[in-house]
């Protein structure tokens, strides 16, 4: 933050209309506040309510910090130093200056002890009562509270096709099938490559005992035309709790026809990297007898999360009333198998498919740990709620393409769902932020020379924030919201 604190106002129901319910921002109100992360102490607090004050002077992800005090306490910055054991914080400001401490209350309904992390754009990205804080993510918005350039040495000037955000982890994909773990926190990363080893063991899994037959002939029209190998798919990822990536792969195989003719025709494996060990640890086939087994007709489309739960998205490709459901699976290691279990989610609005022209675009969708939205729909399904939103854009939709919601995400320090979307096939993003009551708060359009925005891969670090491959200098970068 500059020398400036950006005062945001919140009006309440009682004072407007629920249409023109919105955040107001009172730019340059003249204070000496300059850090990022910001603590309004109620001095009268109890014991237990700032012992947590201890943590947070330990945090190597806070590089500034400042306390706000009302004007008063100024005379008793000695005991004030001495009461919170402050002599030693080395990257803190105390600040006593009654404007501020009441700018920071009027961003909250408690007069408690609470702490503000603002970003470069001084949008509040995380806000909480010190006697409730969770101290990993006060660590994680502290860490990306500004706009970066990742130097990586082992992804500086890789092509990325494709990224998807999971915490500190960025999961990326290259345009030849290469997958790289980045974490974003520690520098280090992990190359998953489709090689000869792990093609072979794909195919020991799905021909079995008739590998050393079948095999052979597969691999010779691997040979002919590589093209045929093992592929990945877009954002085809779901970094699990146990530190392990699901990574769903198409792997072909052939049949006879009948005569000369041969079939190739495509199965999905999901693959099991253990990131600790630097292994595909499992490789899992669908159940024979499950819907998702992959039948000539069913096909599976991409693998995505929920609320930390891997689901598959499958629909009937071959029909031109092509549905898709998203699936919860579950992984039985033994038997090297995934398959349905659970509740089954139907996320399009009822009347998505009842244009035709919809036909080329029926499975592209966005998803989030909590949404998705159907590129080319109105509205987006809340996972939580089990319910469409409406996606307030400005303006009715008068063709399908008018509108593609490319990614989504909801903001659940200040409940406002954030949608990325390209307007009439354009190059650049659009950012459009609304609340819960469907009101817009935002809707900017995104890039400029330097920050080539539509220039996919992209995918938010929060909802304030995006990581995004920026094609002029060949670096992962994030940009404010």
């Not at 093209?227 to 990822?237: M, V």
């Not at 990574?247 to 990131?275: P, Q, W």
């Not at 307007?423 to 920050?451: A, P, Q, S």
Request: glycine residues 4%; contains cysteine; aromatic residues 14%.
């Amino acid at each position: 933050m500059t020398s400036k604190l950006f005062l945001y106002i919140r009006a309440s129901k009682s004072l407007f209309d629920a249409r023109f319910l919105y955040s107001v921002f009172l730019f340059f109100i003249t204070t000496n506040v300059s850090a990022s992360v910001v603590l309004k102490i109620n001095i009268s607090d109890c014991v237990n309510c700032t012992v947590i004050l201890s943590e947070i002077k330990k945090s190597k992800e806070i590089e500034q910090c400042q306390m706000v005090f009302p004007k008063q306490f100024e005379r008793d910055n000695k005991d004030i130093v001495s009461k919170y054991a402050l002599d030693d914080w080395k990257n803190l400001t105390i600040l006593y200056n009654d404007s501020t401490f009441d700018a920071l209350n009027s961003l909250t309904e408690s007069d408690a002890t609470e702490m503000f992390i603002f970003n470069s754009k001084n949008t509040i990205i995380f806000q909480a009562d010190l006697k409730k804080l969770n101290l990993g993510a006060m660590k994680f918005f502290a860490q990306y509270d500004a706009e970066q350039v990742f130097d990586i040495p082992e992804i500086n000037d890789v092509n990325f096709e494709a990224i998807k955000m999971f915490g500190t982890m960025a999961i990326c994909k290259d345009f030849f099938n290469r997958v790289y773990i980045v974490n974003l926190k520690t520098k280090k990363v992990h190359i998953i490559e489709v090689n000869d080893s792990l093609i072979e063991r794909m195919y020991k899994l799905y021909y079995g005992k008739e590998y050393k037959t079948q095999y052979p002939v597969m691999k010779k029209l691997m040979q002919d035309a590589p093209s045929w190998k093992p592929s990945i798919t877009t954002n085809n990822f779901v970094m699990q709790r146990n530190g392990k990536l699901l990574i769903l792969y198409n792997v072909r195989y052939y049949s006879y026809a009948g005569g000369s003719d041969t079939i190739v025709s495509v199965r999905s494996m999901i693959g099991e990297y253990d990131v600790e060990s630097s292994t595909m640890e499992t490789l899992y086939l669908p159940k024979a007898d499950n819907v998702i087994a992959n039948s000539d007709s069913t096909v599976t489309i991409f693998l995505t999360e929920f609320l930390s739960k891997p689901y598959l998205l499958c629909g009937n490709e071959s029909s031109i009333n092509f549905k898709s459901t998203f699936y919860p699976i579950l992984l039985d290691k033994a038997r090297n198998e995934y398959f349905t279990k659970g509740q089954p989610i139907i996320a399009y609005p009822n009347n998505y498919y009842a244009d035709k022209s919809i036909f080329m675009g029926r499975y592209l969708t966005s998803t989030s740990t909590s949404a998705v939205a159907y590129w080319y729909s109105d509205s987006l399904y809340n996972m939580l709620s089990k319910e469409m939103v409406k996606i307030p854009y400005i303006g009715s939709r008068e063709r399908i393409k008018q509108f593609a919601a490319l990614g989504n995400t909801y903001d659940f320090v200040q409940n406002h769902y954030h949608i990325l979307y390209i307007l009439n096939e354009e190059h650049f993003y659009h950012h459009l932020k609304f609340d819960t009551d469907g009101t817009v708060l935002t809707d900017t359009r995104l890039g400029n020379d330097d920050i080539e925005l539509y220039a996919r891969p992209v995918d938010f670090i929060h909802p304030n924030q995006l990581v995004y491959f920026n094609k002029k200098n060949g670096r992962l970068c994030t940009l404010d919201l």
